[in-house]
């Protein structure tokens, strides 16, 4: 799968999950300020996407998560790897 695969999911995951448009979330939003989500929201995110996925990602690193493009690398890791990703 592609980043712009990746992406395209994600931003339907945030569009669903934090009731925003789709059309304004790029890879560099910043999810805390530009759409002010807290770690919880972030949990809720990497659990939708490890479901989406059929990945396994580690929610310490998903809930610190700053852009989209953040999400988009962890997600990529844990797909290529098949292996949940840990902090390091």
Do not use: N, Q
Request: proline share 2%; glycine share 2%; charged share 35%.
């Amino acid at each position: 799968m592609s980043d712009k695969e990746i992406f395209e999911e994600l931003r339907s995951i945030y569009a669903h999950l934090l009731a925003v448009d789709p059309a304004t979330l790029t890879m560099d939003t910043d999810l805390r300020r530009d759409l002010e989500v807290d770690s919880l929201d972030l949990a809720e995110v990497a659990r939708a996407a490890e479901e989406r996925f059929g990945c396994s990602l580690d929610f310490d690193l998903a809930i610190r998560m700053r852009t989209v493009a953040d999400a988009v690398a962890l997600v990529r890791a844990a797909a290529d790897r098949d292996l949940p990703v840990r902090a390091g």
